[in-house]
């Protein structure tokens, strides 16, 4: 059964002017998604995203004479923007928001996401211990 990761990202859009956020897979599956944008958008977006995190982890070392480690992508478009980080192994947090959202606590909020979301993804199962017979 696939855990319900929802709760990390609806708690990402309590920043105002925060609209959608998506959960992906390296490879651009849908892993998750806010409850404000349907699946269809959402599984479109988690294509796009894939190839957005590719080509910033490609283009880390040209930002840093070689040495580069991707962090974060921000892009800007006319009507807002989309952040971009690393969710743990082989899975990226995606939040689009309006042109007058607070960067910082946008930033700030998906980092304390994905803190979370590591967390809860690395809790060991329980194992069942042996019963008095």
Known sequence: M?????WVLNDV???RGARHAILVSA???LLERSTDIGRDDAESMAA???S???LSRVLAPFVAAGRGRWDQTLIEYDGGWIFLIAAGSEAYLAASAAKDVDMEAM????QQQVSALRKTMSTSPRQN???DA
């Open 2 to 6: 696939k855990p319900d990761l929802s």
């Open 13 to 15: 859009l309590q920043v």
């Open 27 to 29: 490879d651009g599956l």
């Open 48 to 50: 796009a995203i894939s």
């Open 52 to 54: 957005m995190q590719s």
């Open 107 to 110: 930033s700030f909020r998906m």
């Open 129 to 131: 211990v042996g019963t």
